[in-house]
């Protein structure tokens, strides 16, 4: 059974405290690696994919990068408008399960001014 | 471009009333269609998946059912509602490999 787990489940930092968000997961053949961030009361939108470890993805202060068992989700001199939840998923590449993902718990992360 | 629509926003249901969420795509023809549910502390769940009209996969066995009567529409139901109904239930359309595009998500209250 595929798994993810997200770590810290909430983190506070100041505006310009720069820190990591880690996801550690377990999948039967990786098909990929997803971020999405969540504001409160609305879906997840999707921030990034990763396919295959020593990959790096990034989108202003947000870079996300793989290895064979975790991503991270660095964030650098963050603003209190990247509070948010952020959701980590995976994607088995085979079996009957390559039509899902299974998403972990998230990190609420709060940044304040 | 693709839109996802889902209603109604809030509901609030007494126990063993029955249940009808509707969600709609516009934009895309045979999208994979999903229903998840996110409760306090449990994260997002998968309910039920759809890969075409009739075609519904289950993941957690419980009272509630979906059903895909058109192309673009997906429908989450249940005759009685339980309190660990409860939740956050959100319908997503799927795009590529694993790139979800989520509806606005509908709050249900079960009392």
């Known amino acids: 059974e595929d798994q993810v787990t997200q770590s810290p489940e909430a983190l506070r930092l100041q505006e310009g405290e720069s820190s990591s968000l880690n996801c550690s997961y377990t999948v039967s053949g990786l098909r990929g690696l997803f971020w999405y961030r969540q504001d409160p009361g609305k879906g997840p939108e999707f921030l990034f994919t990763?396919?295959?470890a020593g990959e790096e993805k990034e989108k202003e202060r947000l870079k996300a990068t793989l290895t064979k068992k975790e991503s991270f989700l660095h964030i650098t001199a963050p603003k209190p408008e990247d509070s948010a939840t952020y959701l980590c998923a995976v994607q088995a590449g085979s079996g009957g399960s390559n039509y899902k993902l299974t998403f972990g718990k998230g990190t609420l992360l709060t940044v304040n001014p | 471009s693709q839109t996802i629509h889902q209603w109604p926003a809030t509901l609030v249901q007494p126990v063993g009333s029955p249940l009808s969420l509707e969600c709609t795509v516009e934009g895309t023809s045979n999208p994979n269609l999903y229903w998840y549910r996110q409760a306090a502390g449990r994260g997002l769940q998968l309910l039920f998946y759809?890969?075409?009209?009739?075609?519904i996969s289950s993941e957690v066995p419980q009272n509630l059912s979906a059903s895909r009567p058109q192309d673009r529409q997906f429908i989450l139901s249940s005759k009685k509602l339980l309190l660990s109904d409860s939740g956050f239930y959100l319908c997503a359309w799927m795009r590529g490999v694993g790139k979800l595009f989520f509806g606005s998500g509908t709050q249900l209250s079960v009392l």
């Open positions: 759809s890969v075409g009209i009739g075609q």
């Open positions: 990763l396919y295959s």
